[in-house]
């Protein structure tokens, strides 16, 4: 696949004012905040980019929560190619690590609910155990209570995200780097990948994925399949 680098322009070009910019960038300066990077686009083109605090274009660095995005990419990839449904019963995929009972709420348990983080769970309770448990993380999460229904409250989960980096790996047989490598990262040219993993069984979606800082315009274009022709949108209420 061809890569174009993202066009350059000046920022009067796209009526946008360097002076603001640049009082932009000496606030950011006068911070003391560990910025990286700043990239402007505007209209696709570069008008400002700037890497600071020592930090380069070609280092790796971490991204941290942004990893859980690309693990939402990799999941649809896997949905379209079949791997799995949005819809699959999330219990279904894991037999050897479920508890001895096994609740409504779980047995209710989708992979839409993983993708939308509306799995039901005390999040703060779970996260605390997974940060000191050596065991396994799926047999940790299958067993967490989910207080709420699925699909009824979102609150910010790390673990379903590592479920669903667990589900790409058991249905391609593939570790999520390996999977989504191949999918999208060389695609855009991003190289020097890394990403930490669990204590036993699959990448850790949530720490330090390492990437490159390049970007890139893609020669082509693609989009996802919308469920239903809808888009999907979690919880209105809840923003």
Request: with cysteine; aromatic share 10%; glycine share 6%.
């Amino acid at each position: 696949m061809k890569q174009i680098p993202l066009p350059r322009t000046t920022p009067e070009a796209e009526n946008v004012s360097e002076k603001g910019l640049q009082s932009y960038l000496d606030t950011i300066h006068k911070s003391g905040l560990k910025y990286h990077s700043i990239l402007i686009i505007r209209n696709g083109n570069v008008i400002m980019e700037e890497y600071l605090n020592d930090f380069q274009a070609e280092e790796p660095h971490p991204l941290y929560s942004v990893a859980k995005i690309v693990t939402a990419i990799a999941s649809w990839f896997a949905i379209n190619e079949g791997l799995f449904g949005v819809h699959d019963k999330v219990i279904s995929f894991f037999p050897d690590y479920l508890p001895d009972t096994i609740g409504p709420h779980l047995q209710e348990l989708e992979v839409y609910h993983l993708l939308t983080m509306t799995v039901g769970h005390n999040v703060r309770k779970l996260s605390q155990q997974a940060d000191k448990s050596e065991e396994s993380w799926i047999k940790l999460f299958l067993s967490a209570p989910i207080k709420h229904p699925p699909g009824k409250r979102f609150l910010y989960n790390n673990l379903a995200s590592y479920m669903l980096s667990a589900l790409i790996q058991k249905q391609s047989g593939e570790k999520l780097l390996d999977y989504i490598n191949s999918r999208l990262f060389q695609p855009l040219g991003i190289e020097a990948t890394a990403w930490d993993e669990s204590p036993k069984e699959s990448t850790w979606p949530v720490g330090d994925c390492l990437c490159e800082q390049k970007i890139w315009q893609r020669s082509d274009s693609s989009s996802f399949k919308k469920e239903g022709g809808k888009t999907n949108n979690c919880c209105p209420k809840h923003g």
